[in-house]
């Protein structure tokens, strides 16, 4: 994996312009959801932090299974434990935005079901890992179950509310009510900002999270040696 | 404030706060085990060397 030093760099200044803007920046006054409204650069960053941890993921499960060097299995499996980090924001974060608009912590949408599947399917990951002892056949098949997570979801979060019905998600279902080409220009100067200061802040997590577990491993290799 | 909703967007971003505070102290946590994994292996090393000599 690439060091990526200046990751954290840019996480710390698009965070604290998201932040600051974020809360300073005119934003259409939209009946019910009012000045909430903001939360699109905090609570919808959180999945697109999520789906690019579990991509990265899945890219380095696929180079694994080609490689089959310690490596690319412990970025895979340090992407998919910071990827729950940022879904479990995400649900969070969105149950409040939810009860302050529609009432309720959840409501039976395809899109928050698809989103609670897809954080099922990916703690079934780190079940299924700690499951096995002997490393390489722990490191093999989740590498595989996790391309399959992948898919799933692929298949729910996007291919699913897509062609629902209706839904009460704004940018989803087909009586959309907000998607992004709707989006209010000055909301676009912030929105851009945030998307890439929170995937930073998801690689910065994830840089350390790798360090630590590697380290890991070679004082296990140092203490069994000696 | 509760009018304008804008404690929601308060409270999303305390939410988050929490959050990537947690996994700080997590972090923490297991940097403090692999120090003291080191200092062990360390020590283990230096009595190994005396009883050798």
């Known amino acids: 994996m690439p060091k990526l030093q200046y990751v954290k760099w840019i996480a710390i200044i698009f965070l604290l312009y998201t932040v600051i803007a974020g809360l300073l920046i005119d934003v259409p006054d939209l009946p019910i959801i009012r000045q909430s409204i903001r939360n699109l650069f905090f609570h919808v960053c ?20 080609r490689s089959f060097s310690d490596s690319d299995d412990i970025i895979a ?14 649900l ?11 009432g309720s912590f959840w409501t039976n949408d395809p899109l928050l079901n698809g989103a609670a599947v897809t954080m099922l399917v990916y703690l079934a990951y780190t079940v299924l890992r700690n499951s096995m002892d002997e490393t390489s056949k722990k490191a093999r098949v989740s590498a595989v179950y996790n391309i399959f997570a992948f898919v799933i979801l692929i298949l729910f979060l996007f291919i699913l509310p897509r062609t629902a019905e209706s839904s009460l998600h704004p940018g989803k279902g087909k009586d959309a009510q907000l998607t992004v080409k709707e989006l209010d220009n000055t909301m676009r100067l912030v929105f851009y900002p945030a998307i890439l200061g929170w995937i930073s802040l998801g690689f910065w997590i994830l840089t350390l999270r790798v360090r630590i577990k590697k380290t890991e491993n070679l004082l296990e290799d140092l203490s069994a040696n000696s | 404030m509760v009018e304008s909703k804008l404690f929601v967007v308060i409270l999303v971003i305390a939410v988050i706060f929490t959050g990537i505070i947690l996994q700080l ?12 994994r080191t200092e062990d292996l360390m020590q283990h090393q230096t009595t190994h060397k005396t009883s050798n000599q």
């Open chain 1, 46 to 65: 959180m999945w697109f932090s999520m789906i690019v941890m579990f991509g990265t993921s899945m890219i380095y499960s696929i180079r694994y299974l």
């Open chain 1, 77 to 90: 499996s340090e992407a998919v434990k910071t990827g729950i980090l940022f879904g479990i924001l995400g």
């Open chain 1, 92 to 102: 969070t974060t969105g149950m409040i935005w939810a009860k302050n608009t529609w």
């Open chain 2, 25 to 36: 102290i997590l972090l923490d946590r297991k940097l403090r085990k692999l120090e003291k």
